[in-house]
Structure formats: C-alpha cells, structure tokens
C-alpha cells in the first residue's frame, strides 16, 4: 500500500520527482580521471574547451582581446575630434593705439621747467615769489595780498589761493596781536604777547619754507575765510 503523503511531500506537476531525487543520491558518481602513476589521484580529463585552449588556430569559445583591439565606441558620449595644436604667437606686443588726427595734444614739457618758475599773469614775477609774499612778517605782507588779489586772474589758482589764506591769517595775528598788546598795558605783563609773536613767527617761517618749495600749505580752520576773501576781492579787469 502506498503510504500517504502530505501536499508538500511531492509536487503536484510531476508526481515522480521524489523517487528520481533518491536515485540520483544513491548512484554512485563516476568521473571522467585518468589515473597518474598508478595513485590514488586522478588528473582530469581535459574537454573541448581545452582543448580549444591549446590550439590558437581553432575556433575557442572565448575571444582574446588584446592591446591591438579598440573599444566600441559608446553611444553616450559623443566622439572626440581630434584638433592640431595651435602654434605659438612669435610676438604678441601690439603698439598703442595712435590717436585720431584732430585732437588737440598738450605741448610737451621742456626739460628745463621747474615748479614755480612760471611768470604770473598781472604781476610779471615768477610764482614761486609771488605766493609767499603774502605770508612775509609786519603789515606789508597784508597790503601785498589784497594787491595780488586785486591784479592776479583767477586762472592763477595757486596764486590766488596763497595770497587769500595769507591776508586772512595775517588779519587773524594782527587782531590778536592788537589784544595782547592792549591786554599787556592794562596788566603790564607782556608774557602772552612775546609767546604769541614767537608761535606767529615760526608758523610764518614753515609756511614761506613750504611755498617756496612747491609744496602743499593749507590752514583748514582758514578755510572759510579764505574762500571769502577770494570772492569778495575780484581781479581788475
């Protein structure tokens, strides 16, 4: 009778599938060996891909790939193009670019001009006299600056500018020279007026010093006045 099986114990499309797994575990395996100096080790017998494998001339089943062999292009990326190297510029200098004619070109600097050597248009001297007269000591130097505003154009800039500041740092020291003076008479101490006199003097002396020089001089809290003094006093036509 045959025993009853569950419906996992064989499968329901082929009903003999258990009993041809059984035969397979109990027959016995049998290789294809060769024996090797009669031992118990066997070697292999080789197949037809050995075979192939010992002859290059026949057809093997795999492919050699060597060095000699390109890939297949990728349909991905696109293909490269091959460009020459582009060549060296010898000289790649490029000159200025020449002005177009018709445009006015300042006359070039003579090679013997110094700064202040100019004449000054309405006074017939050289600049560097005429911008620091105004900060030369005593009441001279006042009358000098109302002189130079009153005859120098105002395209004489530097002129005019010096000779503004001057006359109005000269009226600043004589007014407070005037109330010194007096301050002195009153106490009969004349400390303050000499200490004056001597900062006044000394302030005068760096200013020449500078002008001469052609360097820059500006009073900043002169400032204001000095731009009123420039307006007010006009040039004699």
Known sequence: MEPKRGK?????LDERVADRATDSFERPAVLPTDEVAGRPTR???PGDNGNARRNQNSEAPTRRIDDEVTSYPSVFAPPRE???????????YQPPPVPPPGIYQPPPIA?????????VSGLGI???WAVIIPYLPFFLAIVAAIVELLLVPRT??????????????QLIITAISMLL???GLLSGRWTGSGFFKLGTSILLIIAIIRVWK???FVIAPLDEPRKWLDEKIKPRK
Not at 8 to 12: A, F, G, L, S, V
Not at 111 to 119: D, E, F, L
């Open 8 to 12: 996992y114990d064989t499968n329901p």
């Open 43 to 45: 070697e292999i017998r």
């Open 82 to 92: 091959n460009h020459p190297p582009k060549a060296a510029f010898e000289n790649i």
């Open 111 to 119: 090679v013997t001009y110094k700064p202040g050597s100019n004449i």
């Open 126 to 128: 050289a600049e560097r």
């Open 156 to 169: 004489e800039t530097r002129t005019r500018f010096h000779a503004a500041q001057g006359l109005a740092l």
């Open 181 to 183: 003076t007096v301050a």
């Open 214 to 216: 052609g360097k820059p």
